[in-house]
């Protein structure tokens, strides 16, 4: 039998210093209704979604942390963060602190307890203080969402949708969001009144962690936005005929097939 690595030992150790246990299978952790797997070095806590998410696209944002509904389940994704092989006493280890930051928000209720960092301290987190998404079709200005309960990176991805949009249209629309958040961590795709908006939540985060939080949440959001801007603006281009784009996406949909395809 393989012996684990020193590394594995000390996961392990985390993650049952916030109460996670090997599943009997050994292909995860679990603890009271949530599940913990890892997908490479990205770490998965799991459980049921709840009914008053019904609608991710237009009911997620503002929810506590990085949870987001995929696949019919709450999942709660945590970036590979530097691994220190002796902890100082007074300090926690940054997989039980992200792991207890994933329990902490599960409710989507606020934080009680939490104080934010300072937002100088966030500024200084992002190079320059700010950033923007640049690409052949936009270029949008980021802004922090720092009040006394939340923490959040937000990017308009369109700033408006036509309010004439047809339904076939807004079907591809959030077709194509729905699908992007699927195949990428940590953003939130939404839609808030009238325009689409990805953002990265940060409340309730470890303070110790918010730096790093930060440059990962920057770079999740420009990679995101910058993907997404061209299909989006092929679907919202009302002088663009198109069989495909002008039915509705129910058959395409099984076959994930791209409105790149116009």
């Not at 392990?12 to 890892?38: H, I, P, Q």
């Not at 959030?174 to 908006?197: H, P």
């Not at 509705?248 to 097939?257: I, K």
Request: charged share 30%.
């Amino acid at each position: 039998m393989t012996r684990p690595t020193r590394e594995a030992r000390a996961r392990d150790a985390a993650l049952r210093k916030v109460g996670f246990r090997r599943t009997r299978d050994e292909t995860g952790w679990s603890m009271n209704g949530y599940r913990l797997v890892f997908d490479g070095a990205w770490a998965e806590v799991r459980c049921d979604l709840p009914e008053s998410l019904s609608d991710p696209l237009r009911e997620e944002s503002g929810r506590p942390g990085l949870w987001r509904s995929l696949e019919g389940s709450l999942v709660f994704e945590i970036p590979p963060m530097p691994h220190r092989e002796v902890m100082p006493p007074d300090e926690t280890d940054p997989l039980a602190a992200l792991v207890a930051w994933a329990l902490r928000t599960a409710s989507g209720r606020p934080v009680p307890g939490w104080p934010p960092p300072l937002r100088e301290a966030v500024e200084a987190a992002i190079p320059g203080g700010a950033f923007s998404i640049r690409t052949h079709e936009l270029t949008a200005l980021g802004t922090i969402h720092h009040e006394p309960d939340r923490l959040a990176l937000r990017v308009p991805a369109i700033a408006r949708t036509p309010a004439d949009l047809p339904e076939s249209r807004r079907l591809w629309l959030e077709e194509t969001l729905l699908e992007t958040r699927r195949l990428n961590k940590l953003v939130r795709l939404g839609l808030q009144n009238g325009a689409v908006q990805a953002e990265v939540d940060l409340t309730g985060a470890p303070l110790e962690q918010i730096a790093p939080l930060c440059r990962i949440a920057v770079d999740a959001l420009r990679w995101v936005v910058g993907r997404i801007q061209r299909p989006l603006n092929l679907i919202l281009d009302a002088g663009l005929r198109s069989e495909v784009l002008d039915r509705n996406p129910g058959r395409a949909r099984s076959a994930r097939r791209s409105p790149d395809h116009v």
